[in-house]
């Protein structure tokens, strides 16, 4: 088997200097992670330098490392590649790797769903051909570059997962990506702090339509207010095939949606072809993503059916959804990320939970001013689904302040003082869902549910 990478393609991509030569079979940032054979790149962080790590990464295994200096206790005759910068090192490979690849590319962004749905396409395809895909959720300006730097020679599909907090970024990322297709899951008001409007966000996400292959098409969501807005844009940037996905119209739809013990049953005409699929997974959202993957396949000429079959793999990510069962309680893990989009669709995942049903909410950051009407707002969907709400953060006292008193469980200033309070109100039987913003550490309710009913 040829190896991914030999030092002399690296060099030639990063116009580097090799110290001695060497071949890698992957790629990493990480030294903790890092898979014997995988060339290791020292990308210098916010908090950390990635040269500090490299003498672990070669104990680990490293075949070679790409660095901008001699990094502390390696030596000079060590298999390094020396670059002038790490990060765009890490780009040009990332490119090096898409000039050669014959892999047809999907991109995917989104203010909600964007992992799940890449998930759902790295199913659906990966039954078709060889097909690789963004890890978890490396969208960044370092998790893009990587993933296609990451891409074998020999891929058919390559699914690449592209998030933005601000103007420009999704612009950068996809002239590395030049994807054949693209797909925006939702517009929300996710970080709507550093745009201001949502039609700002939507404007933000259509760059991906930007450096998309002559000939490539757009896949939009159909049930969204801003449907007119997305469509403009992809019709500004030239785009040849535009195509829509929703419940209530598009080009693919459900027309039939069950939840099982286990997750869901689908019904869905995609593109005019009626398919039926199960998801290990429940949640109408989930439904909804599997049917955009299947358009996809759909317009990529692929054969929708044995796709469709293959997403009876797809399961509920770590934090979106992730069903853990502790001490006789379900606990729903929605802990990964939240905005009122997102939380209002986990809500309902309550809806056919058995015994009481109970929701722990953090604050759902970067709302910008309108945050406390934002977390208000979710009154009616939190009393319709839920028996009990335990609430924290700043923001979430809003929420509190109008929530009917036949549901209010408690509010507490962060999630590390409502944790103690959640774990003594639990009771066998019980179905939490848990979810808020990363940065309102909801982990520790899980965490403090653990060691009470675990």
Known sequence: MNALWTSAELAAATLGRAHAPFAANGV???????APGDLYIAIKGEHHDGHDFTKDAFAAGAAGALVSHLPPGVSAGAPLLMVANAQRGLEDVGRAARARTHAEVLAVTGSVGKTTAKEMLHLAFGALGRTHASTGSLNNHWGVPLTLAALPRDAEVAVIEIGMNHFGEIRALNAMVRPHVVLITAVAPAHIEFFGSLEAIADAKTEIFENLIPGGSALLPADS???????????????????????AAGDAHPTAYAETASGARVKADIGGEAVEFVLNAPGRHNALAATAALLCVKVQGGDVRNAAAALQ????????????????????????????????AALTLLTSAEGRKIAVLGDMLEMGGAADEMHAGLADVVAKNC???????????????????????????DSAKLA???????????????????????????????????
């Not at 469509?231 to 030239?238: I, N, S, T, V, Y």
């Not at 335990?390 to 200033?413: D, I, K, N, S, T």
Request: charged fraction near 20%; proline fraction near 4%.
């Open 28 to 34: 990493s940032i990480n030294s903790r992670s890092l």
């Open 387 to 413: 028996d009990l709400a335990f609430l924290c953060g700043p923001h979430m006292q809003a929420l509190w302040q109008v929530l009917p008193q036949r549901v209010r469980g408690a509010w507490a200033e």
């Open 225 to 247: 207010p801003l449907t007119d807005r997305l469509k403009a844009r992809a019709k500004l940037a030239g785009v040849a095939n535009v195509m829509t996905f929703g419940f």
């Open 313 to 344: 793999g797809f399961s509920a990510l770590k934090g979106r959804g992730e069903k853990i069962a502790i001490g006789g309680t379900t606990v729903i893990d929605e802990s990964y990320n939240a905005n009122p989009a997102s939380m209002a």
């Open 420 to 454: 103690p309070t959640v774990a003594d109100a639990a009771a066998a039987g019980d179905t939490f869902l848990i979810k808020g913003s990363h940065g309102s550490k909801m982990a520790k309710i899980i965490d403090a549910l653990k060691a009470r009913m675990g």
